[in-house]
């Protein structure tokens, strides 16, 4: 079946001001688009109907890779993930974490900012406009129900994002701008654990960039895909940590992506890690808590239960990466 776009309006400002007052405008009823990997396929399922798309490809200042005062390692939204996987100046988690994401064609054209700003992703809501009107509109789809888990009435649509899980367990933050104002907040309070409102950031906010901390932390990325050339992760395990010279763990944050509709922080497990130092048992013992109340849903691609069984030997590879990474 050809699915064609429905008809818009197309801007492209210069600049993030001129941008953010599109993005104000009443008479518009607005999107951002970065490089529409994602949203130009909903807008042809119908799953957003925009007047306006206000695109950032012209937006020069919110391209590339920089070093503030503070020596936080600053991504600009634009930044293209083929630019960003090969990119020396970023923490190397990150360039590895872009370079599994989709294919090397969605690659060139997708973004930084699109990618932390990904909707959540479901097998209901990612199907064709007829489909979904023969099977009833589920809650995200403005209909009563969840398909998912019927008996409840949330939605469990899964935050599918690649950088974000790393992002936050690399403690990044994000500086968002509007008419209103400019905003810096940390990477794990972009996102809400409900499937249809997943962002915390309104519609007429730009995320302009993304900032890391850089020094001092040992990192690594897990992705389980059903094909290692496009697929969506399945389940994503960002891992981070500090250590002492003696090797024993002086902080540590463990994040889950992909098995909810935001990325999941092991706090047990992390607090489990510290003052400890990374044998196989312990772990062994880390991964067993991380996956403990981690409770994918089954609304992607395998079944929750092979998903929820991969959660510790992704978090134990993870871990068991930071090891090996002793530089
Ligand atoms: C076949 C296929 C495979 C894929 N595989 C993966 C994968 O493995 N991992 C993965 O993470 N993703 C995957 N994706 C999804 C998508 O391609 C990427 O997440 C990509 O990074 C999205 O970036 P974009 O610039 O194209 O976003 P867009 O499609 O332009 O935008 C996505 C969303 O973000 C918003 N947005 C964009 N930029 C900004 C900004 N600066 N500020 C605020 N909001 C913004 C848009 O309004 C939209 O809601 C895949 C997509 C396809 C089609
Ligand atoms: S989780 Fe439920 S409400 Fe959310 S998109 Fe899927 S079927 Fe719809």
Redesign the pocket.
Known sequence: MTMRLPNFEYVAPATVDEAARLLSDPGRSSLIVGGGTDLFPKMKRRQAAPTTLVSLSGVDEMRGVRFDSAGNCVIGASTLLADLAVSHQVPPVMAIAAASIASPQIRNTATVGGNLCLDTR????DMPETWREASGH????GGEV????PRGNR???INSSDLAPVAVALEGSVRLTSVHGERLIPVEDLYHDD??ACHTKSSEEILVELLLPTGGTRAAYRKLRRRGSIDFPLLGVAASARFDEAGTCVSARMVIGAVAPAPVRATEAEEFLIGRQFTDEVIGEAAGIASGPVRP?D?TDTGSRYRKWMVPVLVGRALSDLVADDG
Request: aromatic share 16%; with cysteine; glycine share 6%.
């Open positions: 479901c097998n209901y809501i589920c809650l995200k789809d969840c398909w998912v888990a939605c469990w649509a499937g249809i849903q609304n």
